[in-house]
């Protein structure tokens, strides 16, 4: 079992940027390929970053450019540096944890999940 707490999510202005974290248990995340997802009232839970074992990074094309999410395999965390925020991207954010094969992007392919951080843009 991986437990994932996230944290770091709150109220910033558009235009700002926010550092989310998250901070895994019982297993190393070494093992695993990880992401963020997001899920925007009344809407689905959506891909919005990953990263392999490797390291390799892909981004859902709307945050191209503005998130970067990495990994810390020594401390077991994962990040996700989000720049030019826009109001659009009010939703709570989830870190995940998936097979080390492939690409995590679809929700069916979680093997785990953080309890979700709140991240609120105003203009």
């Known amino acids: 079992q991986v437990q994932l707490v996230e944290s770091g999510g709150r109220l910033v202005q558009a235009g700002g940027s926010l550092r989310l974290s998250c901070a895994a248990s019982?297993?190393?995340?070494?093992?695993?390929?990880m992401a963020w997802f997001r899920q925007a009232p009344g809407k689905e839970r959506d891909f919005v970053a990953g990263?392999?074992?490797?390291?390799?990074?892909y981004y859902r094309d709307s945050i191209m450019g503005r998130f970067t999410i990495s990994r810390d395999n020594a401390k077991n965390t994962v990040a996700l540096q989000m720049n030019s925020l826009k109001l659009e991207d009010t939703a709570v954010y989830y870190c995940?944890?998936?097979?080390?094969?492939?690409?995590?992007?679809?929700?069916?392919?979680?093997?785990?999940w953080g309890q979700g951080t709140q991240v609120t843009i105003s203009s």
């Open positions: 995940a944890a998936g097979p080390s094969t492939g690409l995590l992007r679809f929700v069916s392919d979680v093997h785990y």
């Open positions: 990263i392999t074992t490797g390291s390799g990074t």
């Open positions: 019982g297993r190393t995340i070494s093992n695993y390929a």
